[in-house]
């Protein structure tokens, strides 16, 4: 259960006392009811329309190999010259940089009275690729959920490797809280240690009774989600040894707060939102080291106290 929330902190300039822990934490926990139910109806109906618009998939596949192979032959291109462009709206390097760069201290320091969702212990066997083990993240575009613990999962994951494209600015669908944050969707990620595969299944746009269709899990990926949720995102699995079921704090910190001023927060811990992104990326910090990287690197492990 989190602990009383000091008063002295703010959210844009709200006072943190306002929500007291009881009521954060059942806030929390009704929010994420009405997602998973939102999402159980979305995967459902996303079942039906692809078994009725399987054969019109295959025939449209067909038509852009073909176009690609034309515009191939004919010499035309994208003029990207190759080179892989983020998905959303690109945000400015030097905020990327600071995000990535928030002080270990500041991390280690932020209060954890906001977090209402803990890891779990799984025993799954080994979640590799790439001979390295691996964190599984399944999420979507339109999730408010996911938008809300993306921004601790790039603080975190930057302390280990690099992201190339870095993500791009987007938003939850308007109709879900229209939280501002980054996506993974066509982003590499390289680290020596761990290597974290995204798959941002669909987009923030609706199509008829569900959202647009981006990426779809592979038959391993479906089987490990479906036997630790009911289809509910996010789901992030450290390989095989612990999950995460749900945003670590409550997404409506977040509604009505634009992305630049949410960048900005991160790394002050006297605000709610920089407090609540700090400590969850501390505890995913710690997760990856003892379940992911046996420690290393160990300037990050000793950082946070991983022992």
Known sequence: MPKSQPASRAKSGAPRSQKSAPNRSNTNRKYNERQAAKQRAALQARKSRNRTTGLASVVLAAVIVVTLIVVKVAGGGSGTGGTALAAGTPVPAATMHRLASIPFSTLVAAPSSGLVTPTQTISDPKLTADNKPDLLYIGAEFCPVCATERWAMYVALSKFGTFSPEPGRIHSAVGDGDIPTLTFYKTNYTSPYLTFTPVETTTNQISGDSYVTLQTPTAAQQKIWAAHT?????????????????????????????????ASDVGNNSTVIGADIDASANVLIKTIC????????????DAVGDA
């Open 230 to 262: 009911t289809g509910t995102i996010p789901f992030l699995d450290f390989g095989g040894k612990v999950e995460l079921t749900s945003a670590q704090y409550d997404p409506t910190v977040l509604e009505g707060v634009s992305f630049d001023d949410i």
């Open 290 to 301: 003892t379940t992911l990287t046996g420690h290393k690197p160990a300037a990050v492990c």
